[in-house]
């Protein structure tokens, strides 16, 4: 079964960037909205920024200003630069794409963690 796959976490210090990718593991028709979530420890995942096929994006107030959300619908794959991070970024962060199949994909979550 495709997943989507992620990459780019680490550990940075606060003030600093990282930019985090997702692409599918195998072939699928393509994707409608894709974004971003988060789940810090003992807390609900949320929403971190979704972004349309047309390109429409949307952000979490948290992180307005400082993260970019982009895609490439020729490659489906999907971006998410992040800068000026705070330590309350720390979380597992999820790509996520509703396929136009109707499926919701998700994929494995990677780490990002601030440290202050």
């Known amino acids: 079964q495709v997943q989507l796959v992620e990459s780019g976490g680490g550990l940075v210090q606060a003030g600093g960037s990282l930019r985090l990718s997702c692409a599918p593991s195998g072939i699928i028709l393509g994707f409608n909205v894709m974004g971003w979530y988060r789940q810090a420890p003992g807390k609900e995942r949320e929403r971190v920024a979704t972004i349309t096929s047309g390109g429409t994006t949307i952000y979490a107030d948290s992180v307005k200003g400082r993260f970019t959300i982009s895609r490439d619908n020729a490659k489906m794959t999907l971006r998410l630069q992040m800068n000026s991070l705070k330590p309350e970024d720390t979380a597992v962060y999820y790509c996520?794409?509703?396929?136009?199949?109707?499926?919701?994909?998700w994929g494995q979550g990677t780490q990002v963690t601030v440290s202050s």
């Open positions: 996520n794409g509703l396929g136009y199949n109707g499926i919701n994909y």
